[in-house]
């Protein structure tokens, strides 16, 4: 079954302590990855879209990058602004190209 | 410019009751679909359109019923209102298309629907 499970469901950090988020999917067939931020009462928003293992994406002070079986989210000296839920999501080759998402990463960075 | 625009962004209705969610994008993308999201922020797909035409239709009640009257709308229509179908309602677009390799979604800003 085509599923995506995100680690931690909860992280809080010290501004500056740097730290990764984890995305491990099993999908039949991986037509890309992505990343998206939801500040609360919002809607998602896009981050990155990765395609293949071995592939890196940065921004600012995100980096996300993808194996066979997972990808990680990693922050690297967070400022409280990155505070928001990070939703990870795979799009499947089969299956309508259909969009899978985890329950998301809540972060949360304290000044 | 508002890229997905949703209408209305709180609905608070009593059980039974019929209403309807609406979605715009100016995006001039093919794809549009609609996502329930639970208080566990689990993001679920309901509906995909691509140029008006279904293409997904998850394990849905049949109350819900979505209307695309062009590619640039996507309505949910739920009838007969259930406790149950209190959740965050996600508007999304994408380029769309089967032959893409990049399908970015874009989201709207949300309905929080609360069933009394």
């Known amino acids: 079954e085509d599923q995506v499970t995100q680690s931690p469901e909860a992280l809080r950090l010290q501004e500056g302590e740097s730290s990764s988020l984890n995305c491990s999917y099993t999908?039949?067939?991986?037509?890309?990855l992505f990343w998206y931020r939801q500040d609360p009462g919002k809607g998602p928003e896009f981050l990155f879209t990765?395609?293949?293992a071995g592939e890196e994406k940065e921004k600012e002070r995100l980096k996300a990058t993808l194996t066979k079986k997972e990808s990680f989210l990693h922050i690297t000296a967070p400022k409280p602004e990155d505070s928001a839920t990070y939703l990870c999501?795979?799009?499947?080759?089969?299956?309508?190209?259909?969009?899978?998402f985890g329950s998301g990463t809540k972060l949360n960075v304290k000044p | 410019d508002t890229a997905v625009s949703q209408t209305p962004k709180y609905l608070v209705t009593q059980m039974g009751n019929d209403k309807s969610i609406k979605c715009e994008q100016n995006l001039g993308h093919d794809t549009m679909y609609w996502y329930k999201q639970d208080s566990k922020k689990f993001l679920k797909i309901m509906f995909s359109?691509?140029?008006?035409?279904?293409?997904i239709n998850e394990t849905v009640p049949n109350r819900f019923s979505p209307k695309s009257p062009d590619k640039a709308h996507l309505n949910l229509h739920i009838n007969s209102l259930e406790l149950g179908d209190s959740a965050v309602y996600f508007c999304?677009?994408?380029?769309?298309?089967?032959?893409?390799?990049?399908?970015?979604?874009?989201f709207g800003p949300g309905t929080r629907l609360t069933v009394l």
């Open positions: 999304a677009s994408s380029q769309g298309g089967l032959a893409e390799v990049s399908d970015t979604q874009y």
């Open positions: 999501a795979v799009q499947a080759l089969y299956n309508f190209n259909k969009f899978y």
């Open positions: 359109y691509n140029n008006k035409e279904l293409i």
């Open positions: 999908v039949s067939g991986l037509r890309g």
């Open positions: 990765l395609y293949s």
